[in-house]
């Protein structure tokens, strides 16, 4: 069972360079989430999807972008990444039940320094 | 914004002790939900608990929604080195859809044998 799957689990960048953060679900989930983890801060929602081909913004968009071509896969983007990026980041899936009961599966993080 | 305030933020108890972990909001949740996170890896579910005064209990852990469905407890019994990582709860089903969740900051526990 892998569940949701996030590669990769470790990245160094230096300012100014580009990356994407690759996330994949075998579950067949509707919703994906992409989240950032800060010590302190708890999990922040950063975009998400509630099905192939839509995303929305969460409560910390800015300097990502994210894309939803495929229902398992959820990619999210920085385009230019700055120090203030370096967190690590979570993705996770869940199925809709439409009354808010729905768990979230979580991967394991990728851990990304921005230097 | 929905704030979901946990406390305490740290607690380091010894083995055996009982601890008990607040979740409070002036908002209103259709459910609550309780994840376990250890270092290196993802938060896992506990439990969900979605009718208000609602307890549910998972081996030692009793989970509480409180009567207005603000507000909710964990309280862990006889507490363990395995019960050690980061606890949080979040809120779902008042943003406009039951997709999003509202994260508290968490609480991190650490037992100590």
């Known amino acids: 069972n892998a569940g949701v799957t996030q590669t990769p689990k470790f990245r160094v960048l230096k300012t100014g360079q580009s990356m994407t953060l690759l996330c994949a679900q075998d579950m067949n989930h509707e919703y994906m989430y992409w989240y950032r983890q800060d010590p302190g801060m708890g999990l922040r929602l950063i975009h998400y999807s509630v099905g192939e081909g839509t995303t929305a913004k969460g409560e910390v968009p800015d300097g990502y972008n994210v894309s939803r071509l495929k229902k398992q896969n959820f990619l999210l983007g920085l385009e230019s990444a700055a120090p203030s990026q370096t967190s690590v980041y979570f993705c996770a899936s869940s199925a809709p039940t439409g009354n808010g009961e729905e768990p979230q599966h979580f991967g394991d993080g990728t851990r990304l320094s921005i230097l | 914004t929905q704030l979901l305030e946990q406390s305490p933020q740290f607690l380091s108890i010894q083995e055996g002790e009982n601890l008990t972990v607040y979740c409070n909001s002036s908002s209103v949740f259709s459910s609550l939900q309780w994840y376990r996170q250890e270092p290196g890896e993802g938060p896992v579910l506990l439990v969900t608990?979605?009718?208000?005064?609602e307890v549910k209990k998972l081996k030692r852990l009793t989970f509480q929604f409180g009567d207005a469905r603000k507000d909710s407890s964990l309280h862990i019994t006889a507490a363990q080195p395995g019960d050690t990582g980061l606890y949080l709860c979040?809120?779902?089903?008042?943003?406009?859809?039951?997709?999003?969740?509202?994260f508290g900051k968490g609480m991190k526990l650490t037992v100590n044998p």
């Open positions: 979040a809120g779902g089903g008042t943003q406009g859809g039951s997709e999003k969740l509202v």
């Open positions: 608990v979605v009718t208000g005064g």
